[in-house]
């Protein structure tokens, strides 16, 4: 009886793995070189769109329409005491290194009014926005992050 109880648990987890790879690729997929512009593509957009695919809830994100002026997000992440806090209240607090595909991780940001957040992809890679080095604006890629100062959220 508890074997196969325990055969059972570890095929579920196993599918749920499946499903949030998935899922984290998908979104990344729809996301890749996409270039950073807060008020119409942002790393709060990008992971609420996996989180909410997983869930099936819906996440805000001082986004209210195309366009949301750079002020009202920064006024929204006020509101909830920033982006840490928000997170908080929806999602458990992780280890980095524990992340599964569609976690959520947060970067030290340059700016200290908005975060840096990224989507966890599996095997360490983290999608996230960065800057290309050639003076544009930031993309969507993959990277394997090994960094301190990291924090993480589970999503579902």
């Not at 579920?12 to 899922?23: G, N, P, Q, Y």
């Not at 992440?77 to 947060?106: M, V, W």
């Not at 990224?118 to 360490?124: D, E, I, T, V």
Request: net charge positive; with cysteine.
């Amino acid at each position: 009886f508890l074997v196969r109880r325990l055969r059972r648990r570890q095929r579920s987890s196993a599918m749920e793995l499946v499903r949030r790879t998935e899922i984290a690729a998908e979104v990344y997929k729809a996301w890749y070189l996409t270039q950073l512009d807060v008020r119409n593509h942002n790393c709060g957009m990008f992971v609420a769109e996996a989180a909410s695919k997983l869930t099936g809830k819906k996440y805000a994100t001082g986004v209210t329409k195309k366009g949301t002026p750079k002020d009202k997000v920064e006024k929204f992440l006020a509101r909830n005491e920033g982006a840490e806090k928000y997170l908080d209240t929806h999602f458990s607090r992780i280890a980095p290194l524990e992340a599964l595909p569609c976690d959520i991780i947060q970067f030290p940001s340059p700016d200290e009014k908005l975060p840096s957040l990224g989507l966890a992809l599996g095997n360490g890679e983290v999608a996230a926005f960065a800057d290309p080095g050639n003076g544009e604006a930031p993309i969507l890629v993959a990277a394997r992050v090994l960094e301190d100062g990291l924090t993480a959220w589970r999503v579902g």
